[in-house]
C-alpha cells in the first residue's frame, strides 16, 4: 500500500516520481483535482489509474458551503464521470456541521447536506456519529458530594476518576444525555453558574463551591491515566474588549496622571494642565505621548488622533519621557537606543540617518526639556 500528497507544495521531482508510479492513496485539494482534471499529463497519469477507486474522502465537510460548496460538488461529480466509478464510496468527516434538533434530525441534515455534496444518495443510517464514555466512575450522591467540599482536592488520576465532586463536574460541564438515551457533549457553561447550582445542592457556601471548583478542574487536567490522557481536558474562553485610550499628564513616569477618561485637563492638578492621549509600540509595548510641537513657543500640546480637527501645527510626533540621560544625535550610544533602520553603513561603522531622503520628516529624535512642578524630565521627540 503506498500513498503520496500531491498539493502544489513539491518539489519537481516529487511530481514526476508521482506521475510515473500514482500510489494507492493520493492526498490533495480541490485546486489541484481540478488541474488533475484539465491538465493533460496529469489526467492521463493520476485520474486514468484511478478507474478502480473505492473511496473519496472529503475532510473537514463543514467548509463546503455557498460558492465553494457548489464548486466542489460539480468537482466531485466531474470526477466520478471520469473514472466511471460506478461502485465508488464517499466519505465525509467533520467535527462541526450538525445542526439543533433530536438525533434524528441532526442525522438526516448531515445525510441531506452529503447527497449535495457527493451528488449520490446517502441515507441517514450512514451517518456515524462520535460515541462518548464516561471519564469519572460512579454517581452522583449529595450526601457524599458535601462532605467532600471541605476537603482537599486529590491530584492522582486514580483518585481523581472516582472522586464525587469529579463525578459532579463531569455531569455538569462535560456530559449529559441525549434523546436516544446516549451520553452527549453538554453545551458549554460559565465556572459561577455551576458554583451556584454547587451551593444550591450542598448549602456550602458559594466562593467555597467555586474555589473547589476550579481547583479540581486543574488538577483534572494535570492528572494522567496509564495512557497519558488527562482527566477533563476541557477548555476556557476569556473575552476581552478593545481597550480605550489612555491619557496622562506630561510629567515624570512615577508622578504622572493616568487616565481613560476623556478630558482636556487633569483634575486636583494646576489648572489647564493638558492631558495628552498614548499610543504604544506594537513590537516592545514602549508609550508615548501624542504631541503637537509649537517650536515658537517650544511648547507640546495634545494631538488627538482621528478627531477631524483642523490642526496645523509646526510639528507633530511621538513624545518619549525619561529621566535617563539622552545621548547627543552625534553620539555613537545613540544607535544602540534607536530602531535598526534608522541606521546605515558608514565606513567600519554606522551613522544615524539624519533625515529623511524623501521627505522633511526628521528620522533622528531630538533632545528637549520641559519643567513641570520643579522636577526637570527629559523628554526625547521623534517628529512624524
Not at 519537481?12 to 485539494?29: C, K, Q, V
Not at 561603522?349 to 520643579?374: D, K, N
Request: charged share 25%.
Amino acid at each position: 500500500m503506498t500513498f503520496a500528497r500531491y498539493t502544489g507544495q513539491e518539489t519537481s521531482s516529487e511530481r514526476e516520481t508521482i506521475l510515473a508510479s500514482p500510489p494507492d492513496i493520493l492526498l490533495t485539494n480541490y485546486v489541484m483535482l481540478e488541474l488533475m482534471l484539465t491538465r493533460p499529463r496529469e489526467r492521463k497519469a493520476l485520474i486514468s489509474s484511478a478507474e478502480n477507486l473505492s473511496f473519496l474522502v472529503l475532510d473537514e465537510l463543514h467548509t463546503y458551503r455557498g460558492r465553494q460548496g457548489a464548486d466542489v460538488a460539480m468537482l466531485v461529480r466531474r470526477l466520478r464521470s471520469a473514472i466511471n466509478a460506478e461502485k465508488l464510496q464517499c466519505i465525509g468527516t467533520s467535527a462541526t456541521l450538525a445542526g439543533p434538533g433530536t438525533k434524528a434530525e441532526q442525522r438526516q441534515q448531515v445525510a441531506d447536506l452529503a447527497t449535495r455534496i457527493f451528488g449520490v444518495k446517502i441515507p441517514a443510517a450512514n451517518v456515524v456519529g462520535e460515541t462518548l464514555r464516561r471519564a469519572t466512575s460512579g454517581h452522583v450522591d449529595t450526601a457524599a458530594l458535601t462532605a467532600r467540599l471541605p476537603a482537599s482536592t486529590p491530584d492522582t488520576w486514580e483518585d481523581l476518576r472516582t472522586d464525587p465532586l469529579a463525578v459532579w463536574a463531569e455531569e455538569e460541564f462535560g456530559l449529559r444525555e441525549d434523546d436516544e438515551g446516549k451520553l452527549s457533549r453538554r453545551p458549554p457553561s460559565k465556572l459561577s453558574e455551576a458554583a451556584a447550582k454547587l451551593h444550591a445542592e450542598t448549602r456550602v457556601d458559594e466562593h467555597v463551591c467555586r474555589d473547589k471548583l476550579r481547583k479540581l478542574l486543574l488538577a483534572g487536567s494535570r492528572a494522567r491515566d496509564p495512557q497519558g490522557r488527562s482527566l477533563f481536558a476541557f477548555k476556557l474562553h476569556q473575552f476581552i474588549g478593545k481597550g480605550d485610550t489612555v491619557y496622562t499628564t506630561l510629567e515624570p513616569v512615577k508622578s504622572r496622571y493616568l487616565t481613560t477618561q476623556y478630558q482636556r485637563s487633569a483634575p486636583e492638578r494646576p489648572a489647564g494642565q493638558p492631558l495628552f492621549p498614548l499610543a504604544f509600540c506594537r513590537e516592545c509595548g514602549q508609550e508615548f505621548l501624542v504631541v503637537n510641537l509649537d517650536r515658537g513657543r517650544k511648547s507640546f500640546s495634545p494631538r488627538i488622533l482621528h478627531s477631524g480637527i483642523d490642526e496645523q501645527p509646526d510639528a507633530t510626533g511621538l513624545l518619549y519621557v525619561t529621566d535617563q540621560p539622552w545621548p547627543d544625535p552625534t553620539d555613537p550610544a545613540l544607535l544602540e537606543l534607536v530602531p535598526d533602520d534608522w541606521a546605515v553603513s558608514a565606513g567600519a561603522g554606522q551613522a544615524l540617518i539624519p533625515r529623511a531622503s524623501t521627505s522633511s520628516r526628521y528620522r533622528c529624535a531630538s533632545t528637549l526639556w520641559q519643567h513641570h512642578r520643579r522636577r526637570n524630565a527629559r523628554c526625547v521627540l521623534r517628529t512624524a
